[in-house]
Nanobody, 115 residues
Framework: QVQLVESGGDLVQPGGSLRLSCAASGSITTANTMAWYRQAPGKQRELVASITGGGTTNYANSVKGRFTISRDNSKLTIYLQMENLQPDDTAVYYC?????????WGQGTQVTVSS
């Protein structure tokens, strides 16, 4: 049984910052790749950023230079530090963990960027 619990979503003004957290429990280990996805209303879910067990990161072009993904293996937790948020970043953000061949999802946390 795997659980991914996200937190940190909020309403923020354009140009603001937020940090999302995702705590994993169950059979997820420090070796598993984890990621953040997001889904805006009427759009497909898209990859925002991923991080391997070894710390290699990958970002969507739209967030490069603004978002930073990190992980604390001692807590089995990943983070998404988001800077200079824009209205286009408004979405439900989902935590994802890959334990081949199964992909696990959190319940999502809402990020709204609006003035």
């Amino acid at each position: 049984q795997v659980q991914l619990v996200e937190s940190g979503g909020d309403l923020v003004q354009p140009g603001g910052s937020l940090r999302l957290s995702c705590a994993a429990s169950g059979s997820i280990t420090t070796a598993n790749t984890m990621a953040w996805y997001r889904q805006a209303p009427g759009k497909q879910r898209e990859l925002v950023a991923s991080i391997t067990g070894g710390g290699t990161t990958n970002y969507a072009n739209s967030v490069k230079g603004r978002f930073t993904i990190s992980r604390d293996n001692s807590k089995l937790t990943i983070y998404l530090q988001m800077e200079n948020l824009q209205p286009d970043d408004t979405a439900v953000y989902y935590c994802n963990a890959l334990r081949w061949p199964v992909t696990y999802w959190g319940q999502g946390t809402q990020v709204t960027v609006s003035s």
